[in-house]
């Protein structure tokens, strides 16, 4: 019977180097992640690469453009790792560039010019005699470890597979296939304690804070930082459905690309009558947040000239929707009560990215990145996302439970409205009957 104190056993391995990319948005523990993920290779006599900003050089690679140490990747050693688990930002950066925005059907991966980035990608790790990729990053990064899984699978019979594992980053914590992304608890907390700061701001000038918080799709990030914060309110996007959509039967309902359409005036209203269910309790002044995401919801008038990223995203950060809401808030509360009462929109987010990663992020950040070498070395694995719960259990869930293989898009998960979580949320803020 062996020791509960032994180490963990070295596994044989024909892995030689494999490489640690990162992409999309920072995320607290990044760093926990990369360190723990390639510790677990180093121990095993295994090389690790370090792809610098994500796929911005691979995707430019060719012959003529080498790889370049020190500027395109850099060896992940003891001396490069050390103390790095519990740092901020991220030692090897990252961007958003999107190898595989050009394949949106499995039929695309048969075409040269689609591919070509892929291709790129490809030939640019076996340039680096890579053997193996983990992937982090969060539901876009995993379409691309799920495209360029694919691709190699049209390759050659000859040809050298890199197989890919994925370890799912985002602070916004909308991710199917496990239960709370590294990064999450972090930009809560950092969040709630601008909540709570703008709160005591808001008592001591009699007035109202709209803060518009990160999250995109869902409200897992709004929800946290709104029930950690102590806020008046919180609406999500998944709030947004009966009276508070446009009636479809009126022909605006849905936008040009289905999306349906928020009936502002009725959300609008619904703000102000938590303002005035406070002001029945005593209490002018408070704090409601907004999930960034509902901007994709705003009527059509709200959205012109808004650009979109590399994935075909809504740029929200160019929507200030809390200085919307404020606006309109202000003058529908006047309208109802012949006063006026000063509101302020702000967003929030960014500040979060990067803060000092919570106890918690730093043990789920570091499970990952173990995860990542047990399931390409223990288990053989390819294309695979780790994933963890209960008491930091490790599974490995295939790209094909995760992304629509026809489509090649992955499902958001969003808040079950019928859940506790959402619950608690309703049970904390200022009661107001709908």
């Not at 990252?94 to 595989?100: C, D, F, K, V």
């Not at 709570?196 to 803060?211: E, K, M």
């Not at 709200?302 to 404020?326: C, E, M, Q, T």
Request: hydrophobic share 40%; glycine share 10%.
């Amino acid at each position: 019977m062996s020791s509960s104190l032994a180490p963990p056993p070295q596994h044989s391995s024909d892995f030689r180097r494999v490489a640690i990319l990162f992409a999309g948005g920072p995320a607290p523990a990044a760093n926990a992640v990369i360190s723990t993920c390639a510790t677990s290779f180093l121990r095993n006599r295994i090389e690790v690469v370090g792809i610098l900003n994500g796929y911005n050089s691979l995707i430019q690679y060719d012959i003529a453009n080498p790889l370049r140490k020190g500027q395109d990747f850099i060896p992940l050693n003891s001396q490069v790792l050390a103390r790095t688990r519990n740092s901020q930002g991220i030692i090897i950066g990252t961007s958003r560039a999107n190898p595989g925005k050009d394949v949106s059907h499995p039929d695309h991966l048969n075409d040269p010019d689609r591919t070509d980035p892929l291709r790129r990608v490809y030939e640019g790790l076996r340039s680096l005699e890579i053997d193996g990729l983990i992937s982090v990053g969060g539901d876009d990064t995993l379409k691309t470890a799920n495209k360029l899984q694919r691709y190699q699978q049209g390759l050659p019979e000859d040809a050298v597979r890199i197989p890919i594992v994925h370890l799912p980053k985002t602070i916004d914590n909308d991710y199917t296939g496990i239960d709370f992304t590294f990064g999450y608890f972090t930009a809560v907390e950092t969040l709630a304690a601008e909540v709570r700061n703008l709160l005591f701001d808001a008592q001591a000038t009699d007035s109202y804070f709209i803060t518009e918080t990160m999250g995109r799709s869902a409200g897992w990030l709004a929800y946290g930082a709104a029930i950690a914060g102590e806020a008046s309110l919180v609406i999500s996007v998944e709030d947004i459905d009966g009276k508070y959509l446009v009636d479809q039967e009126e022909g605006a309902g849905v936008q040009e690309d289905s999306r349906p359409v928020m009936n502002v005036d009725y959300v609008v209203e619904r703000i102000v009558r938590t303002m005035l269910a406070r002001e029945a309790e005593g209490k002018g002044f408070g704090v409601l947040v907004l999930a960034e995401g509902l901007a994709e919801l705003l009527p059509v008038e709200y959205l012109k000239g808004v650009p979109r990223d590399d994935h075909g995203h809504i740029s929200i950060g160019h929507i200030n929707l809390g200085r919307i809401f404020a606006g309109l808030v202000a003058e529908k509360y006047k309208q109802a009560t012949g006063r006026e009462r000063r509101v302020t929109g702000l967003q929030l987010g960014y500040e979060s990215r990067c803060a000092k990663p919570h106890a918690f992020d730093v043990m789920l950040g570091s499970q990952l990145g173990v995860g990542a070498y047990r399931a390409l070395v223990e288990r053989g694995l390819d294309g695979v996302m780790v994933s963890v719960k209960g008491q930091l259990e490790l599974h490995f869930v295939r790209f094909e439970e995760l992304i629509d293989q026809e489509s090649l898009v992955t499902v958001v998960r969003h808040i079950d409205t019928q859940s506790d979580f959402h619950k608690l949320a309703r049970f904390l803020e200022t009661s107001v009957n709908d």
